[in-house]
């Protein structure tokens, strides 16, 4: 179970900062034409804003932890609700604009936090799943991808065609995978069981 849970957050963290690679690689992009931001600048604001993400998760798993697994899980109605609610939002959606640039630390730390704030609502309910010595680890392997992300986003900021590829494509990708998540929590934890018996009470 705690195998099925690790794949899970480390599937959550690639496909639901999609959206943060496509802006890590417009300020690789902004950077290499205009001299702003500079590549330690994007990296730096990058493990800050990701790191408060994780924190936050963190801390919001280490809070829950007197509240009995079952009802943890019920958490996972969470990130199925982010994801019906982005599905429902794709109809009739017009093209989105390029997303807002930073050229400080601190600004792209906040652009980074308020992009990835929802995923907080998908990693808590995970990490509370994990025991706190795995929940610790993969928040270390969350950020060590999170270099990954700068590593892509400044290879792939010479291809444009790649940028509007991953744009077309998270839109649709971010919503699935936080029901596929949500629902692997729920299954997990035995919430499911809370959620079919309150039904049959009815």
Do not use: K
């Not at 050229?103 to 609502?121: K, P």
């Not at 799943?129 to 792939?156: D, K, M, Q, R």
């Amino acid at each position: 179970m705690t195998v099925s849970l690790l794949v899970a957050a480390f599937v959550a963290f690639a496909a639901t900062t999609i959206d943060d690679l496509i802006i890590v690689t417009a300020l690789f992009t902004t950077g290499r034409t205009t001299g702003r931001p500079r590549p330690a600048t994007i990296i730096a604001g990058q493990f800050v804003g990701f790191g408060a993400i994780v924190g936050a998760s963190l801390a919001a798993a280490a809070g829950l932890q007197a509240v009995p697994d079952r009802w943890v899980g019920l958490l996972g109605l969470v990130p199925i609700g982010f994801g019906l609610w982005g599905l429902w939002r794709l109809r009739g959606r017009d093209e989105d604009t390029r997303p807002t640039l930073a050229s400080s630390v601190t600004g792209i730390a906040a652009v980074t936090f308020a992009n990835g704030a929802d995923n907080i609502g998908v990693f808590t309910p995970l990490f509370r799943s994990l025991y706190a010595t795995w929940a610790v680890l993969t928040s270390i392997g969350f950020l060590a991808l999170v270099g990954l992300w700068c590593a892509l986003g400044a290879l792939l900021g010479t291809h444009r065609a790649v940028v509007a590829t991953l744009g077309r494509i998270s839109h649709w990708l971010v919503p699935l995978v936080f029901i596929v998540i949500g629902v692997l929590i729920l299954a997990t934890t035995g919430a499911v069981t809370l959620i079919t018996d309150a039904l049959w009470s009815h």
